[in-house]
T-cell receptor
């Protein structure tokens, strides 16, 4: 069966520090991968998605970047965190059209 | 692109009553409509989905209905229980041939014992 792993679960980082969040998927190949951010009590904001290795699409201009160095690995990064980067970050994967997403357990990021 | 509106944003029901959450979508080519449940501090989980060639789908206490003409779909939860308390998101595929979902803004459901 397919599983998705996301870590760390919580992270407290100072303003100006770098960020690296990792997401890996097991049990499938060539998944579509997504990074979402969720502010407290708010909806899901799509940040990046990828349909293949090295293929990244950005949905909103921001202080973040994403990379997909391997088929089942998706990384969210920042060189210098801002206070506004705080939030709940979710990774998700899907098998393609007409299929739901499977979300990871999320990373709670607090920038102080 | 696709736009999904979800109502209400908050909903409180007594335990045992039914809850209904409604969503509308803009792209008539959308053909896949999943619903997700998100418990506090966790990632959303798919609870039910429906494809455009079906008008209704049921899974125990949960049902989803789809009206393609009106471009709206609804989640129905019967005999609500406290563990149904969560945030629920609807979503629609972003047009024919698309792999991307557009999500509603969510409904916070509280089931009062």
């Amino acid at each position: 069966s397919q599983t998705i792993h996301q870590w760390p679960a919580t992270l407290v980082q100072p303003v100006g520090s770098p960020l690296s969040l990792e997401c890996t998927v097991e049990g499938t190949s060539n998944p579509n991968l997504y990074w979402y951010r969720q502010a407290a009590g708010r909806g899901l904001q799509l940040l990046f998605y990828s349909v293949g290795i090295g293929q990244i699409s950005s949905e909103v201009p921001q202080n973040l970047s994403a990379s997909r160095p391997q088929d089942r690995q998706f990384i969210l990064s920042s060189k210098k965190l801002l206070l506004s980067d705080s939030g709940f970050y979710l990774c998700a994967w899907s098998g393609g059209q007409l299929r739901g997403y499977t979300f990871g357990s999320g990373t709670r990021l607090t920038v102080v | 692109g696709e736009n999904v509106e979800q109502h209400p944003s908050t909903l409180s029901v007594q335990e045992g009553d039914s809850a209904v959450i409604k969503c509308t979508y803009s792209d008539s080519a959308s053909n896949y409509f999943p619903w997700y449940k998100q418990e506090l501090g966790k990632g959303p989980q798919l609870i039910i989905d429906i494809r455009s060639n079906v008008g209704e789908k049921k899974d125990q206490r949960i049902a989803v209905t789809l009206n393609k003409t009106a471009k709206h779909f609804s989640l129905h939860i019967t005999e609500t229980q406290p563990e149904d308390s969560a945030v629920y998101f609807c979503a629609a595929s972003s047009g024919a041939g698309s792999y991307q979902l557009t999500f509603g803004k969510g409904t916070k459901l509280s089931v009062i014992p």
